[in-house]
DNA sequence: TCAAAAATATAGCGCAGGCTATATTCAGGG
DNA sequence: CCCTGAATATAGCCTGCGCTATATTTTTGA
């Protein structure tokens, strides 16, 4: 009942170690993008939507307190994605808009892919913010092939 | 060219705050839980292909230092899913052996899934190590179900 | 057998990203 | 016009998970 062969790995043999650490890398190296997407999409969705992103209505969407938002934003200001001016909204600068663009596209075409597998709406976008840091450009032009296929509204 | 309606969400009029901060909870509990489901898996890996999990070896295939991963089997210790002698290799518990079948079977489900997709199996391996963490159960089945109508070896 | 090499344990550091508490600034209504 | 409430800024703390350096223990081979 304990021999190995029964509840180790019975067909995958191990991939080498270096393949293996080189997907831990990359899916490290998603986690430490995530956030700052998350928060450049969510800044220009409320832009889109109410003319401003205020940190108040950013930490509610994010389900954090509002100076984590703030340290947050001081970091995407130093790495260029965003401005701000004392006691004021945020906005985006032309790299945080293309980022966005981006991640937008990314979750869009995840989202819509998720559904037209027949996963349920709901679960479609709560699993969509999650998956869409970890798929890579060929995966996400299968998802975008497959969606054109089938009925990807 | 920057009218709210064309750099925001156009179709998408942002879905309500509470459903938003659902989503992104979900996805940081899925960023705490991956790392303890990836030693978990690796170690039950380890054990299968030589018998024992070495630090060094676990260190290797995830690409961090040896102390990394003593402090992490710390943590998995005290979680009760391994059990560790000093100065001797690492065991699952139970429990931990019942995580690493679920972690397994859910990573063998969505690599399987995207080359069934077409994607490639390189991309395959590496995609699919980040994307297992966000996959809900409802999701899951769904990919189950298409691996088994196309070509799921 | 015992000294060197390998593996593990431990100490201590840094950064990221959460939090609370509190100060400061802004915006509106008396 | 000022006063109050809302928003933002700041300080300080905690935890998780990396790291290096070093001590201890085990293993190994001459």
New interface residues.
């Given amino acids: 009942m304990q021999e190995?062969?029964e509840?180790?790995?019975?067909e995958t043999?191990?991939?080498d170690?270096e393949?293996?650490?080189?997907?831990?890398?990359?899916?490290?190296e998603?986690?430490r993008s995530?956030l700052v997407e998350?928060y450049v999409e969510l800044i220009?969705?409320?832009?889109?939507?109410g003319?401003e992103a205020r940190q108040v209505?950013i930490a509610?969407?994010?389900?954090v307190a509002q100076p984590t938002v703030a340290k947050m934003l001081k970091r995407l200001c130093e790495d260029g994605f965003v401005q701000q001016r004392p006691y004021r909204g945020v906005f985006l600068t032309e790299a945080g808009?293309r980022l966005?663009?981006q991640a937008?596209e990314r979750h869009r075409i995840v989202e819509r892919f998720?559904c037209a597998?027949?996963?349920?709406p709901?679960?479609?976008?709560?699993?969509?913010?999650?998956?869409e840091?970890?798929?890579?450009a060929?995966?996400l032009e299968?998802?975008r092939?497959?969606v054109e296929r089938h009925g990807g509204t």
Same sequence: chains 1, 2.
């Avoid at 597998?117 to 349920?120: D, I, P, Q």
């Avoid at 709901?122 to 998956?131: Q, S």
């Fill in positions: 190995p062969s509840q180790g790995a019975p043999a191990l991939v170690p393949r293996h650490v080189e997907s831990f890398r990359q899916a490290r998603a986690r995530e998350d220009d969705d409320l832009i889109g939507d003319g209505d509610a969407r994010l389900g808009r966005a663009a937008r998720l597998l027949g996963v349920s709901e679960t479609a976008r709560r699993d969509a913010e999650g998956i840091h970890h798929v890579s060929e995966t299968a998802f092939t497959f």
